[in-house]
């Protein structure tokens, strides 16, 4: 098949999805052309299967806000036109889902049609897209798409709860590809971070006030109270100063490494022995599943999709938004023993071995195949 696909080209969970699936896709033989403002981020591979076409939008000083749906909507029906794209899977519905429902309304006038897959991935249906702003053309382009899909079952309660939804919503869980998740290096880089009696304990986010931050920050000073310790902030984003000032004011700020974002998470993870994810809301939490396919336990709220992660008492634990003793003791409980640390990172890469691509692109190959049949 030849397929487009729009997404974010961040380090978000959302662009790394779509890359990911885009690069396995490939694989399989796909044609793959990815639509987006720049190269997403862990896309490190051009070749004959994977094509990236950048959609560059014009500044004019008369628009405050510049049009970027007008222009990514005119790319998608040019890419359509000239490659002969068969079918598009835009992730993240705002504002892809209703720029590619334009794009094909507009092919469909040539006598072209190109069915839609949207992919809902959290906040464009929480935080952001429930907002009365947007929620008109949110439920517009999702009950126009040809197929949906969330990537969990809590995302799909969410959106049928908070929009009137008139189709089927598929969940097709979020992934990891082992074969690019290199999980076992030759020789971790412990001893950069940290001396040999320290525990190393990870964050990475966007640094949005979503993550949580100052949880982050007060989990970790009640940890190191008990234990030799370092932590890990890994990412960039609005919260990101004041995470650095709290660190200064608790007197930790030697225990703190920011590492601003990365695309070498898994060397980082490699030698991490708990993950910190405390989450005001989390459709599903794929930096806790990157964590878990590297042998990391995760200690994280049980909100939205993570409890269909993080398996409580298995590969971590899970407490109510804003416990930040119950984390911070199931913290302490987890690190202060060897042999129970070493149990919990065996049970993590376990569960996390339980979201393989390979059960997951057969999926969407599926879905698409229906809407192309459909059509
Ligand atoms: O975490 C973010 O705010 C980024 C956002 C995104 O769109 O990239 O993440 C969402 O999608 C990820 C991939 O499906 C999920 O793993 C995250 O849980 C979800 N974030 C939220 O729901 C807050």
């Known amino acids: 098949m030849k397929i487009g696909i729009v997404c974010y080209p961040t380090f978000g969970g959302s662009g790394v999805?779509?890359?990911?699936?885009?690069?396995?896709?490939?694989?399989r033989g796909h044609e793959i052309h990815f639509i987006t403002y720049s190269q997403p981020v862990r896309l490190d591979l051009l070749g004959t299967n994977v094509h990236y076409h950048e959609v560059t939008v014009p500044e004019y000083p008369l628009f405050l806000y510049q049009p970027y749906e007008l222009a990514l909507s005119s790319k998608l029906v040019d890419m359509v036109k000239l490659h002969g794209i068969e079918i598009l899977h835009v992730h993240y519905a705002i504002p892809h889902a209703y720029a590619a429902y334009m794009a094909k309304m507009m092919l469909q006038e040539e006598g072209i049609y190109v069915p839609i897959v949207t992919t809902l991935h959290g906040t464009d249906i929480t935080l952001v897209g429930s907002h009365p702003?947007?929620?008109?053309?949110?439920?517009?382009?999702?009950?126009?798409?040809?197929?949906?899909?969330?990537?969990s079952q809590s995302l799909k309660d969410d959106t049928m709860r908070l929009f009137n939804i008139k189709n089927n919503i598929d969940v097709v869980p979020n992934f990891?590809?082992?074969?690019?998740?290199?999980?076992q290096?030759?020789?971790?880089q412990r001893h950069i971070i940290a001396n040999d009696d320290e525990r190393i304990i990870t964050h990475i986010s966007n640094f949005r006030k979503v993550k949580q931050i100052p949880d982050v920050i007060n989990i970790f000073y009640n940890i190191q109270k008990q234990m030799p310790a370092k932590l890990?902030?890994?990412?960039?984003?609005?919260e990101k100063m004041e995470a650095e000032r709290l660190c200064e004011k608790l007197g930790i700020e030697d225990k703190v490494v920011f590492f601003g974002n990365s695309n070498e998470i898994d060397k980082i993870l490699c030698f991490s022995d708990l993950f910190l994810l405390p989450s005001q809301t989390e459709s599903f939490g794929l930096a806790a599943?990157?964590?878990m396919a590297s042998g990391?336990?995760?200690?994280?709220s049980n909100t939205g999709g993570i409890p269909e992660v993080n398996i409580e008492g298995v590969s971590g634990f899970l407490s109510d938004v804003n416990d930040v003793e119950e984390m911070s003791n199931n913290a302490i409980y987890i690190l202060s023993d060897e042999t129970r640390l070493d149990t919990f990172k065996v049970n993590a890469a376990k569960e996390a071995?339980?979201?393989?691509i390979s059960k997951v692109v057969p999926q969407y190959e599926a879905i698409y195949l229906r809407t192309l049949e459909n059509s």
């Open 185 to 188: 290096f030759s020789e971790c």
């Open 289 to 291: 599943l990157e964590a």
């Open 296 to 300: 990391v336990p995760v200690i994280s």
């Open 353 to 356: 071995a339980k979201f393989g």
């Open 176 to 183: 990891i590809d082992f074969s690019r998740h290199k999980t």
């Open 133 to 151: 702003f947007y929620k008109p053309a949110v439920t517009f382009s999702i009950n126009k798409s040809d197929a949906v899909t969330s990537v």
């Open 17 to 27: 999805v779509a890359t990911e699936l885009g690069l396995a896709l490939s694989k």
């Open 232 to 238: 890990m902030m890994v990412g960039e984003g609005p």
